[in-house]
Every structure is written in structure tokens, then in C-alpha cells.
């Protein structure tokens, strides 16, 4: 009863809103809504470009996208994009066996903030989806860019399914924000941010908090779990002139998270994700030319988790140390990218149990370079190499590696391009991987593999594009578990598949995106091919712009890779499911916004992660939230 009231309540409100909405914009002289198909991206080769001039394959989380449906953090945005997919053991606190975020079906992927790596030696998919779940600086957020496939010569170790770059706001002006939400599932959410610029001087401050409760599944059951999330920082820039440019930041994000495990063995768990980055850059522009960027990172990383009615905890700590320096030479014919990266991680895993602590280091020396030369008009040739020098504290040398890639890009008309390349990866064992006290293998040796790729861009005016690409990703040494849950590598991995994305601005007050993809994956060691990745996936993202009232929708269809050797289980509450979310707005005021946001609109049971595929029983599910509403209000000044 009481959520049928709810539900009523909430969409009253969206009417009352709508209609609001709608009679005032009649009264208003209509706001054309910004299309950004021109978008400048960066991640493709780290040179600007647009989507189309790329050549890869490549999508954009906007600004607007963002701001329209009031983002909480990354993983949010990143679930309506084209060839990302997510394997996670529903909200209910955060879960301490995180799976994360997957590209093109890999969980080896690199995560940047303006080009900077923020995933480390900790550990492929769980490090980086606790990062990208838990960021909600979402005010600080230009864009974000997705790269599908491996980019191992550019990015380095890990980049082999995709890498995910995310763009902060450049500072050009004095500004502040508060914004305060509530909602479903005892939902606080309270944000500050403030920036400005003082002649070459430039700062920018942020405070996040957000706070959530018990959840619900679209079946009404209730999963107990808490989840306390606070982060903050600081960015402060000088330019020296236009030619040199210092900026440092300081991130600190902290949650404190417990829950009800209902599936395994109904245990109690409270737990600690604390992370803390500091960021120094300095970029000089020495002409025309020739370009060079400084980079250093250093990550903080502390987990802790307790399996309360067992007395079990689990305790890491690891310092990730990054250093990097980029020189770009651009010229009529060639844009040549060179540099070195240098990182060191070091860290230890802990466990009650076994009461083991030792500290163990990993290294890498790497040096890159990387040509776009067009060879002819219309024709250009891309290739690349890479050199990794790793070295581990414990076990045997790991032997060096040697990464190439090349491209090879025609642009037929200049609205029709074609592409075709083949790009290697290169995967270095984890410290956690190589020595937790449960699961390690020491004698780990890194997984390499390559992907080859063809790809179409089809412009057919400035307000409709089309990219499609085909892919396959072939795997040597692949690091997955065996049956007594101890890491090995296994060879003969394979994934292979498409992505298809169109952009279309309809009209002055309607623009949609619409995703979609296919897949086959198969890798030895890796659960994720039994059952859980999609064999085909719709996205879709609509929007409308109209004087002070704003409407968003967002959401995906979802089509279940079965295995036949699960074929006799129910292991999911269902193989074919989509969701839906919605969002309004309503601008009385330029600085002044009231909305609402309806996550999962049509209230659909769906499960991520599932324990009948390892002898549970039907309904041993993982159950992701069900519908869920906020309403908020954020205030500019």
C-alpha cells in the first residue's frame, strides 16, 4: 500500500511539473538546445578531435547529458553507453566482491582523469568500478569519453577493453552551486561547489555527501544496507603565460558502507573504501608545433571489510605512484605523441585469518611513441609502439614486452570515412593478484593479446551521424581463477562483436543518441561467460529543451547471453529486460533549478549477479534497485 502511495505521489508530481512546465515555455520565446556532435574528444590518440575525424571507436558522455539527468557519479553515466557493461552484486551497501565495469566484455580497462590514470597496481575491475561508482563530483565533469578496444601503445598496461577519460570543467569564470536532493531508499544527497578565476590564478572547491538506505527490488523485497559517501578537493591553476601552465588538485573520497549478504550465507558486513589523490601537472606550449605535458599522480587507496558473524576481516592498503611526461609534435602531414610512463605501486592485503602483513611493490618503465601521417589527401596512416620494462618485488623477472599498433583510415567523402587496424594489449599481474594472502599466485606472468577492429563514420548532415565498428579481441596468458580459486593464466581467450551508435539533433528542441551492441565471449578462468554478459544490448538517450522546462530519458534493453550448460537453470529473474529513467526539470530562474528523477520508471526486477550458476537456488539473485525517485534543487550564484 505504501508504495502504491508513493508511486501515486511521484507521478502527480511529475505532472503537475510537466504541465507547469509546459505552459510556461509556451509563454517563452524557445531556447535552441546546444548539439554537440562536434564535440572535441581527446582520448582516440590524445590529440583534439571530433568524433568522426577519430576514427575509432568512440563515445561521449556530455555536459548536458549529465547535468539534464542529474548524474550521481560515473558509473550512473556510463550505463547508457554502447559496449560498457556492468557485473555488480546489487546496492545494498557497497558489496566488497565488486565485479565493475566492462568494455567490449574485458574488465581490463583503463580509467583517466584528463589523461591521468587513476587505476593502478591494486587491481583490474574492482579498483576502478569502486572509483567510477562512488565519484559523484559530477559538477566538475565536462564530458565523458569512452574508448572501445585495446590501446596498450597509448595508454599502457590494462588498456585492452576500452578506456574511460574523464574531462573536469575548464575555469573561466566565478561561480557557485549548492544543490540538495531526497528520495527512495532514505537518499540524502548534498553538493558545493565553488570556482573562480583571479587573473592567471584559478581555483575550484567541492564538498559531496551523499547518503542511502535499505533498498528495494521491483519485486518489493527490501535488502538491508547503508551506504555513507563524502568526498572533497581542491584545484588551484596559474598560467603563467600561454605557453606554461601549472595546475595541482587534491581529492580525497571516503564511504563507509555495511549490508545483509542474502544470497551466500545471509552474513552481516560492514566496510571502508578511503581514497586520496594528488595530481601535479605542468603543460608548456613551446610553439606552433611542439608541445609538452609533466605529469604526476599519487593514489591512496585503504579498504577494509568485515564479515561481522564470522569475526572475518579483510584489510588492504596501497600507495600508487605515477609519473609521466608527453610531447606532441603537430605538422601539416604528421601529429607524432612520445613520452615515457613511470609507475610504482606498493601496498599489502591482510587477512584475520592468516594475520599476514608484507609489503610488496610493482614497477613498470615504459616509453611510447605513436604517428597519425597522411600519406596522401584523404589518407592516413597510424601506427604505434610501446616498451615495458616491468619489475615485481617477489617471484620470477617478468620479461620485458614490446607493444605495436597500426591504422590505416580513408576518408572516402567527407562525410563517409572507413578505418581498419589491429592494436595489441599488455596486462601486468596485480600486487593483489600476485599476493593476497587468499587467492595469489606469485608466479603470475602478464596477459597480452590483441584486437582487431573495422569501423565506419557516416556523417549525413551537421545534425545525424553514424559510427558502426566490428571488432575481435583474441587473448595469450589471460589471468582468471581455476577451480580451487587460486589466479592462473589461460590461453585462447576470445571476444568478438559490434557497436553501432547514432546522433541525431531532430529538431530545435529534440536530440537522442541510440546504441547498439552485440557480443561473443569466451576466456577461460572468467565466470562472466556463464550467463551474465548481454548477447545483444539497446541504449538510448533522449532529451527536450524548451524555454525553462527541460525533459530527459534514458535507459537500456537488455538481451542475456544464455549458456547452454546453465540452460536447465532459472538463474535470473529474467533473460530480456529493459530500464527506463526520467528525468524533469523546471528553470523558473538561469541560476535557479527545481527537478525530479525517476530511476527504474517501470519498477523492472533485474539482477546483475547471481549465485544459482554456483548451486543456488532460483531467486539467489543479486537484485539491482527497483523504482526510485529524488527531488532536488540546485541553486547557482
Known amino acids: ?174 561561480q557557485a552551486s549548492i544543490n540538495i536532493a531526497r528520495g527512495s531508499f532514505g537518499k540524502e544527497n548534498y553538493k558545493f561547489h565553488n570556482q573562480g578565476r583571479r587573473g592567471k590564478f584559478s581555483y575550484s572547491t567541492y564538498y559531496d555527501k551523499t547518503l542511502v538506505g535499505d533498498i528495494e527490488d521491483g519485486a518489493g523485497k527490501t535488502w538491508e544496507g547503508s551506504t555513507n559517501t563524502k568526498s572533497n578537493g581542491i584545484k588551484l591553476a596559474y598560467d603563467f603565460n600561454d605557453q606554461h601552465k601549472l595546475s595541482i588538485s587534491y581529492d580525497k573520497l571516503k564511504s563507509e558502507y555495511s549490508g545483509l549478504d542474502g544470497v551466500y550465507d545471509a552474513h552481516h558486513y560492514d ?144 562525410k563517409d570515412t572507413i578505418y581498419a587496424g589491429r592494436s595489441d594489449f599488455y596486462i601486468l599481474p596485480s600486487i593483489d593478484q600476485m599476493y593476497n594472502t587468499q587467492w595469489s599466485n606469485a608466479k603470475l606472468s602478464p596477459a597480452e593479446g590483441r584486437t582487431t577492429s573495422i569501423g565506419y563514420n557516416k556523417t549525413f548532415d551537421d545534425n545525424n551521424i553514424l559510427t558502426v565498428n566490428w571488432f575481435e579481441t583474441k587473448s595469450d596468458k589471460i589471468i582468471g581463477f581455476d577451480s580451487e580459486g587460486q589466479y592462473q593464466n589461460y590461453d585462447d581467450g576470445v571476444s568478438r562483436g559490434w557497436n553501432a551508435q547514432y546522433m541525431t539533433q531532430l529538431s530545435d528542441r529534440w536530440s537522442a543518441t541510440l546504441g547498439w551492441s552485440h557480443l561473443f565471449y569466451h576466456a577461460n578462468g572468467d565466470n562472466y561467460e556463464m550467463g551474465y554478459y548481454p548477447k545483444d544490448m539497446a541504449t538510448f538517450s533522449i532529451q527536450y529543451d524548451y524555454a525553462k522546462f527541460n525533459a530527459g530519458l534514458d535507459g537500456f534493453y537488455f538481451m542475456r547471453k544464455v549458456n547452454d550448460k546453465y540452460a536447465d537453470k532459472q538463474g535470473w529473474p529474467a533473460d530480456n529486460y529493459a530500464v527506463v529513467n526520467l528525468s524533469l526539470n523546471y528553470k523558473p530562474t538561469d541560476n535557479l533549478t527545481f527537478y525530479t528523477k525517476v530511476d527504474n520508471l517501470f519498477d523492472k526486477l533485474y539482477a546483475e549477479h547471481t549465485n544459482v550458476i554456483h548451486g543456488g537456488e532460483p531467486g539467489s539473485w543479486y537484485y539491482m534497485p527497483g523504482r526510485s525517485f529524488v527531488v532536488g534543487m540546485e541553486l547557482k550564484f
Do not use: C
Not at 149 to 161: I, L, M
Not at 321 to 328: E, G, I, K, R
Open 1 to 174: 500500500m505504501i508504495k502504491k502511495k508513493l508511486t501515486a505521489a511521484v507521478l502527480s508530481s511529475l505532472a503537475a511539473m510537466s504541465f507547469t512546465g509546459s505552459a510556461l515555455a509556451a509563454e517563452q520565446a524557445p531556447e535552441l538546445n546546444e548539439f554537440t556532435l562536434d564535440t572535441l574528444i581527446v582520448t582516440a590518440s590524445r590529440i583534439p578531435s571530433t568524433i568522426t575525424d577519430a576514427k575509432a571507436d568512440v563515445s561521449v558522455v556530455t555536459r548536458e547529458h549529465i547535468e539534464d539527468m542529474h548524474m550521481e557519479n560515473v558509473d550512473e553515466a556510463l550505463r547508457t553507453v554502447p559496449g560498457v557493461q556492468f557485473l555488480n552484486y546489487g546496492t545494498n551497501g557497497m558489496n566488497a566482491n565488486l565485479s565493475g565495469i566492462r568494455i567490449n566484455g574485458s574488465k581490463d580497462i583503463v580509467i583517466l582523469v584528463d589523461g591521468v590514470r587513476v587505476t593502478d597496481f591494486q587491481g583490474s575491475g574492482s579498483s576502478g568500478y569502486a572509483y567510477t561508482a562512488l565519484m559523484s563530483n559530477m559538477d566538475n565533469i565536462e564530458r565523458i569519453e569512452v574508448l572501445r578496444g585495446s590501446a596498450a601503445t597509448v595508454y599502457g598496461s590494462g588498456a585492452k577493453g576500452g578506456v574511460i577519460n574523464i574531462i573536469t570543467r575548464k575555469i573561466n569564470d566565478n
Open 271 to 414: 566496510g571502508l573504501y578511503d581514497s586520496k589523490n594528488l595530481t601535479i601537472k605542468y603543460d608548456t606550449q613551446f610553439s606552433e608545433k611542439w608541445s609538452n605535458a609533466l605529469t604526476y599522480r599519487k593514489n591512496d587507496v585503504e579498504t577494509f571489510y568485515n564479515k561481522i558473524s564470522e569475526g572475518l576481516e579483510n584489510h588492504s592498503d596501497y600507495s600508487y605512484d605515477f609519473l609521466s611526461d608527453q610531447v606532441t609534435l603537430d605538422t601539416s602531414r604528421h601529429t607524432v605523441v612520445f613520452g615515457f610512463d613511470y609507475s610504482k605501486g606498493s601496498g599489502y592485503n591482510v587477512q584475520a585469518a592468516s594475520n599476514v602483513k608484507k609489503n610488496r611493490t610493482m614497477k613498470n618503465y615504459s616509453y611510447y611513441v605513436q604517428d597519425d601521417w597522411e600519406i596522401i589527401p584523404d589518407v592516413t596512416l597510424s601506427g604505434g609502439i610501446r616498451y615495458d620494462r616491468p619489475e615485481r618485488g617477489e617471484g620470477p623477472e617478468l620479461d620485458t614486452h614490446t607493444s605495436k599498433s597500426y591504422k590505416l583510415s580513408w576518408d572516402i567523402t567527407d
